[in-house]
């Protein structure tokens, strides 16, 4: 894990690093530093038991690691809750290159925008692939954390859309990962990593948007009853795909950090 | 409105009642007797601008106006948010005499049971049949409340299963009711009610149990979809028609008290 740069306000440090050529940002609360692994129990949020709670953000198709949302998801996580939260650009988006696939997939989405033809399968075959590019690389920058002491308590994952596309199949891969939010995304076939759906077995919030114009409506309750998660709720509201209620995001949000240590921010 | 008891404890007091024949159930804060019309403004909380929120619970099939789970919810609603709280027999329920209509219900649905056959259309049938019934004697007990002073602030109706498929119905009729939740029921075609569902336009949760064994995930879904509020969230959770999660429970609870008196019970 590399550190390219610190900044810190109002209680939370804003730490922008990489991993394997994957950059990233860790929000922490100023309060309580992290320590290296040769400095243990430093300061009084070190002593809870297996270490503070991290949450991993997804974030959305187009956006990048500090989109607006993100940063200030990360950082009521910090203030609200005195956890970690990290997020990372990615693949072609944000500060990374874009692939001669990227480019591709930027060119002819363009075209059927235009077009005005339907881009929903689309957009699932090239997030598909994405996904599989993105999960070891949340895989490494988990056991970079780990080493520099962080990430070693409870796990949560909140994304949506493409944030799900992502988070999905790394949920059913990583055992870390102890509660998560999803949404805005479907099943789409055999070429979709959402197949790993029914591996995924930690409770969830799922949201669906009942006109969502991207992801039809039928693939995202089967995508709901594939995850195979004992606890899990579809939380569903009239409107769009970018039209996410503000209360049900802060609702997913509370649910999450509440999963992570029973009782907090009570 | 003639009142046939009237008990009290731990702060609600319990008075039964009759209207035009139904018996029913007014549970009130006991620091805050309702005046009569004759004597306004006694006591803080009759300063209310409107009067006092009023929830209006509506029983499953098969049970009644004191059943623990409607009388625990009402409770609540007194003694954590100061409101008054009313629950009717449905026809054919509790204290009231069964029909002719309602005994060969009782008959039939013992022996499609007994035969393993599907009931859920059947229920349908009959349960739209009742709620044709029970509309109007909801709406005559809030004139009568109404004449003593209750029910003259924000009402809102609380009602699953048999208790949407009248709730409905009557939210689409009676403008008194500003929130509603809603669930365990579904679109069933022409003889249903929930014809009414596109008339309803007040804020609303619905409930929805994902492997309800009563009622087809699709009509839920459709009901869901045909509702005409504008504000509508659907909670829906893994299990059977009895199911439904108390944090579910507890949660359309706040919801519908919120919506009634904005910060209440914070």
Request: charged share 20%.
């Amino acid at each position: 894990m590399h550190l390219t740069s610190e900044t810190g306000s109002d209680g939370v440090v804003q730490r922008r690093f990489v991993v394997d050529g994957v950059p990233g940002v860790l929000w922490l609360p100023a309060s309580s530093e992290p320590s290296e692994p040769s400095e243990p129990s430093d300061g009084p949020e070190r002593s809870e038991p297996g270490g503070r709670p991290l949450v991993l953000l997804g974030h959305g198709g187009g956006q990048h690691k500090t989109a607006p949302g993100v940063v200030e998801r990360a950082r009521r996580c910090v203030t609200r809750y005195g956890y970690a939260a990290v997020a990372l650009d990615a693949p072609g988006h944000g500060e990374r290159n874009r692939s001669a696939q990227d480019e591709r997939f930027a060119t002819e989405i363009g075209e059927l925008l235009a077009a005005g033809r339907p881009i929903s399968a689309w957009v699932a075959r090239h997030t598909a692939a994405l996904a599989e590019r993105a999960v070891p690389e949340w895989r490494a920058v988990l056991d970079a954390l780990g080493a520099i002491g962080e990430g070693l308590g409870p796990v949560g994952y909140w994304g949506l859309s493409l944030g799900s596309v992502v988070g999905i199949p790394l949920a059913a891969a990583e055992p870390r990962i102890t509660a998560a939010v999803f949404g805005l995304t479907g099943l789409t076939g055999q070429t979709s990593p959402t197949e790993a759906a029914g591996r995924v077995g930690v409770p969830l919030r799922f949201l669906l948007q009942w006109d969502d114009e991207l992801v039809p409506r039928e693939a995202a309750l089967a995508l709901f009853g594939a995850l195979g998660s004992r606890e899990k709720t579809l939380h569903a509201n009239p409107g769009g795909h970018e039209a996410v209620p503000d209360f049900e995001l802060a609702s997913s949000e509370r649910f999450l950090c509440r999963r992570l240590r029973p009782g907090a921010g009570a």
